[in-house]
């Protein structure tokens, strides 16, 4: 069983940025790939970032990349989102999930077997 609790999230105006953190429960956490996923009012859950076990690789939904970062701390159980050019459109509550049975990165929302409750960030225009 893994736990994974998020933080970070709030309230920014357009251009800013925020920082994502997602801490994990258990000793194996640098052995299985981490993502994060975004959820809007009235649409459903897209794939923002994801990162395989070591941090050698990551992938980034189109909509992300270039402003988006994400990294990982296996010495501290936790990854990251780091969020700069915030635009009003990535208003969302934004998850952290674990693919525990894999080493290697998806995009695929069913690929991931746990998930953290949620952060909401919010962007003013």
């Known amino acids: 069983q893994v736990q994974l609790v998020e933080s970070g999230g709030g309230l920014v105006q357009a251009g800013g940025s925020l920082r994502l953190s997602c801490a994990a429960s258990?000793?194996?956490?640098?052995?299985?790939?981490m993502g994060w996923f975004r959820q809007a009012p009235g649409k459903e859950r897209e794939f923002v970032a994801t990162?395989?076990?070591?941090?050698?690789?990551?992938a980034y939904a189109d909509s992300v990349k270039g402003r988006f970062t994400i990294s990982r701390d296996n010495a501290k159980n936790t990854v990251y989102l780091q969020m700069n050019s915030l635009k009003p459109e990535d208003t969302a509550v934004y998850y952290c999930a674990a693919r525990h049975g894999s080493r290697w990165s998806s995009q695929y929302s069913d690929e991931y077997d746990y998930w953290g409750q949620g952060t909401q960030v919010t962007v003013s225009s």
């Open positions: 990162i395989t076990w070591n941090g050698g690789d990551t």
């Open positions: 258990g000793r194996t956490f640098s052995s299985y790939a």
